[in-house]
């Protein structure tokens, strides 16, 4: 009995833990949309900033990929 | 991937199982010098990479073959790379950043294959990558300019007041570095490989109406193409601005 509350709560606190997945999934669509908002008004500029785009995702997504790896955690390493 | 003893039927899926280190001889104990699954699949990686870039412009032809022109885009297209973000004195360490490029970019897509073992998805290797790039960077930043590289921690532009808290914060974030550079490199090849193989383990489960999954992991596939190819080139350009920082300290 006590194992499967401790196993229910790694499951929520997995799924808890996925919530954070779709935040960054916010963070990446601003960092997108703002960036096709700007190099629409000036696409001359654009070129050149898609590194600095990718960095930006890079950077967005990592703490999405954090969360997922607490999930991950939750599932099977506890 | 697909279809490897989830047919029995129900949702019996192991997405994790994939990921298995085995040791190639058989045995059960693995020891560091023991060679892995992920041994045979980094070094056909590296045979992989040096068949393209050794192999493939050998003929060095004044009219590109197919291989010696793929070679030479991913040459400059890293060259470019290193120039535009970390400035022309980093094309000393062009080598470097080719090498981890293509490594990386070799093993994503050689790890994607079905029924393959995708090496970057261990953090174990991912890890060592990162380290390798955290000391790289730092050594060369200490090099370069002694004790003026922990100029670095402190951001002149900031009132007076502020800057031993942002200090504390800048050191946390470069010591930081090498994890965040690494889990996300391993974190997204896991997730893409689990998601594969949990839309596999449906397929396996749900008979004929499996028409769905498959369909669906082959539009996932497609995806994970992409996003594999991202990861490298973020790697890559992440090792760049790690570098720019170690080159041009200071804000």
Not at chain 2, 51 to 75: D, H, K, N, T, W
Request: charged share 10%; with cysteine; aromatic share 12%.
């Amino acid at each position: 009995m006590e194992g499967d509350i401790a196993q229910m709560g790694q499951f929520i606190g997995a799924g808890l833990a996925a919530i954070g997945c779709g935040a960054a999934g916010i963070g990446v669509g601003h960092v997108a949309g703002n960036f096709l908002a700007g190099a629409l008004r000036n696409p001359a500029a654009a070129g050149e900033q898609t590194a600095t785009l990718f960095i930006g995702i890079a950077f967005a997504e990592a703490l999405g990929i954090f969360a997922f790896l607490v999930a991950l955690l939750l599932m099977f390493a506890v | 991937m697909a279809g490897d003893a989830h047919e029995g039927g129900g949702f019996n899926i192991h997405p994790m199982d994939q990921f298995e280190l085995k040791p190639l001889f058989g045995g059960d104990v693995i020891h560091w010098y023991t060679p892995t699954n992920a041994t045979l699949w980094m070094l056909l990686t590296v045979i992989a990479v040096s068949l393209l870039m050794v192999a493939g412009v050998r003929g060095r032809a004044l009219i590109p073959s197919r291989a010696q022109s793929a070679a030479e885009m991913v040459y400059g297209f890293v060259r470019k790379m290193v120039e535009d973000v970390a400035g022309k004195e980093a094309l000393k360490y062009f080598p470097y950043i080719l090498t981890l490029f293509l490594f990386i970019l070799f093993a994503n897509l050689i790890g994607l294959i079905p029924a393959s073992f995708a090496s970057t998805a261990q953090f174990a290797v991912t890890g060592f990558l990162a380290i390798a790039v955290f000391v790289t960077v730092t050594a060369i930043g200490f090099y370069k300019h002694g004790a003026g590289f922990l100029k670095l921690f402190w951001v002149s532009s900031a009132p007076l007041a502020l800057r031993p808290i942002l200090a504390l914060i800048e050191v946390i974030s470069y010591f930081v570095r090498p994890v965040s550079h690494s889990i996300r490199l391993g974190g997204n090849l896991i997730a893409g490989h689990a998601v594969l193989k949990v839309f596999a383990g449906f397929a396996g489960a749900l008979g004929l109406a499996s028409v769905a999954p498959i369909l669906a992991i082959v539009a996932i596939y497609g995806l994970e193409l992409l996003v594999m190819v991202v990861q490298a080139y973020v790697f890559t350009i992440l090792t760049c601005v790690y570098l720019n920082d170690a080159l041009h300290p200071g804000h």
